[in-house]
Nanobody, 128 residues
Framework: QLQASGGGQVQGGDSLRLACVAS????????MGWFRQAPGKEREFAAA????????FYLDSIEGRFTISRDDAKNSVYLEMNNLKPEDTAVYYC???????????????????????WGQGTLVTVSS
């Protein structure tokens, strides 16, 4: 089970740190990702981190502002969000791959079909 937290209502330019904690299983050796769904829009990829933590992937519009990281000892993955913009308003979901120690083509990390487990989401609202 994945539990996301850290969302809230902030002003443009502010920062937030989302956390996703896994229970009943381990994130070790698994690809982890963050997706988001804005009001009235389809869910989209935001960020992903490889099982080793050595590679990260981002949606173009957030690269340079958001940072994904993992702490396997804490069974957690994080999304540090800086310089938030109103267009970042969305429910953010964390997700996990069921396979372990698996490498994929870069493009596949951004596909929701890679991920088998999903958290319940945390709402981020950014006002201008």
């Amino acid at each position: 089970q994945l539990q996301a937290s850290g969302g809230g209502q902030v002003q443009g330019g502010d920062s937030l740190r989302l956390a996703c904690v896994a229970s009943g299983g381990t994130i070790s050796d698994r690809v982890m990702g963050w997706f988001r769904q804005a009001p009235g829009k389809e869910r989209e990829f935001a960020a992903a981190i490889s099982w080793s933590g050595g590679s990260t992937f981002y949606l173009d519009s957030i690269e340079g502002r958001f940072t994904i990281s993992r702490d396997d000892a804490k069974n957690s993955v994080y999304l540090e969000m800086n310089n938030l913009k109103p267009e970042d308003t969305a429910v953010y979901y964390c997700a996990a791959d069921d396979r372990r120690r698996t490498r994929y083509l870069d493009s596949f990390y951004k596909s929701s079909s890679l991920y088998d487990y999903w958290g319940q989401g945390t709402l981020v609202t950014v006002s201008s």
